[in-house]
């Protein structure tokens, strides 16, 4: 597995890119990059982030 602080740091740089300007070939290949880095991550638990499983109900 790759070491967690370098997945970390491709993901920090690739958002700083994500938000300057740039031509769509560029900013597609910089999601594509960015995704493959978050695949890398563990999945966080739901409870640990603030998110719910079921949907809200009325």
Known sequence: ???RFVVDQNIE????LL???MD?????TLT???AE????L??????EVGVSRLP???
């Open 42 to 47: 563990p999945a966080e638990p739901h409870s």
């Open 56 to 58: 809200l109900r009325r």
């Open 37 to 40: 880095e978050e695949c890398k």
């Open 32 to 34: 594509k990059l960015l």
């Open 13 to 16: 740089k690739f958002r700083k």
């Open 24 to 28: 769509d070939c560029r900013r597609s």
């Open 19 to 21: 938000a300057s300007d």
């Open 1 to 3: 597995m790759t070491d």
